[in-house]
């Protein structure tokens, strides 16, 4: 039998925004850095709203 993945929390995911973001100060994301950003962003708000059911 599998089981399902478990998903990363909110915290977890933020932390990872937040590890990505500081390794990248002082300049601008590329494009492809644009859109993993938006990934972890993404990943975060369903997090977010999966936490409030």
């Not at 089981?3 to 909110?10: E, H």
């Not at 300049?27 to 059911?53: I, K, N």
């Amino acid at each position: 039998m599998l089981s399902s993945p478990t998903l990363p929390s909110r915290e977890e995911i933020n932390a990872q925004i937040r590890a990505f973001l500081s390794v990248r100060q002082a300049r601008m994301l590329t494009m492809e850095e644009s859109r993993e950003y938006d990934h972890l962003v993404v990943e975060w708000f369903a997090a977010e709203q999966g936490s409030r059911r």
